[in-house]
T-cell receptor
Framework: EPEVTQTPSHQVTQMGQEVILRCVPI?????FYWYRQILGQKVEFLVS????????KSEIFDDQFSVERPDGSNFTLKIRSTKLEDSAMYFC?????????????FGPGTRLTVL | AQKITQTQPGMFVQEKEAVTLDCTYD???????LFWYKQPSSGEMIFLIY??????QNATEGRYSLNFQKARKSANLVISASQLGDSAMYFC??????????????FGTGTQLKVEL
């Protein structure tokens, strides 16, 4: 069964450093998402991406965040200058349609720890 | 704006018993979807069940069923014959379209379910 993969599973970084979180969505999916979950809290939408551009972003997704689909398979989330409060689990998701009934398939997540 | 409310931070259930996890929602969209995800301690998000706002029948997937009451704006998850492996965090989420196309999920705060012998 096709699945979304994410690397690395755990990333530790120093405050102020740049990190890139990588995702490989399901191959025939066209819509991509990033969510984050601060430890013990709910999952929050960050950004959606379609046709090589951002469809929507939340207020969390400020100028220090960016997303990119550098090739036909990867989808990346870059945090330019990490802060302590960026420590969270980051989930990538993909779907094959825009309708409300289209399931979003989640990757296993990358746990980011900012020291 | 969409909002999902899960009022039960923690629930206990005996093995083989049924349990209901509550979820209420608020939206002004006429078309929306409701999802339940399971998050075990390992952290991944596992899709369980989906209910569309226009679906006439309640969704079922194996031991999972969704008690959808549109007028009350509730979408409770029922797990029948609980198993030890059901111990996990459960999130209710709502999908909605937004201007510019696309879809995003709005999550509740989750319910931690523990299944006991």
């Amino acid at each position: 069964e096709p699945e979304v993969t994410q690397t690395p599973s755990h990333q530790v970084t120093q405050m102020g450093q740049e990190v890139i979180l990588r995702c490989v969505p399901i191959s025939n999916h066209l819509y991509f998402y990033w969510y984050r979950q601060i430890l013990g809290q709910k999952v929050e939408f960050l950004v959606s991406f379609y046709n090589n551009e951002i469809s929507e972003k939340s207020e969390i997704f400020d100028d220090q965040f960016s997303v990119e689909r550098p090739d036909g398979s990867n989808f990346t989330l870059k945090i330019r200058s990490t802060k302590l409060e960026d420590s969270a689990m980051y989930f990538c998701a993909s779907s094959d349609g825009l309708a409300v009934y289209n399931e979003q398939f989640f990757g296993p997540g990358t746990r980011l720890t900012v020291l | 704006a969409q909002k999902i409310t899960q009022t039960q931070p923690g629930m206990f259930v005996q093995e083989k018993e049924a349990v209901t996890l509550d979820c209420t929602y608020d939206t002004s969209d006429p078309s929306y979807g409701l999802f339940w995800y399971k998050q075990p301690s390992s952290g991944e998000m596992i899709f369980l069940i989906y209910q569309g706002s226009y679906d006439q029948q309640n969704a079922t997937e194996g031991r999972y069923s969704l008690n959808f009451q549109k007028a009350r704006k509730s979408a409770n998850l029922v797990i029948s014959a609980s198993q030890l492996g059901d111990s996990a965090m459960y999130f209710c989420a709502m999908s909605s379209t937004f201007t510019g196309g696309g879809n995003k999920l709005t999550f509740g705060t989750g319910t931690q379910l523990k299944v006991e012998l």
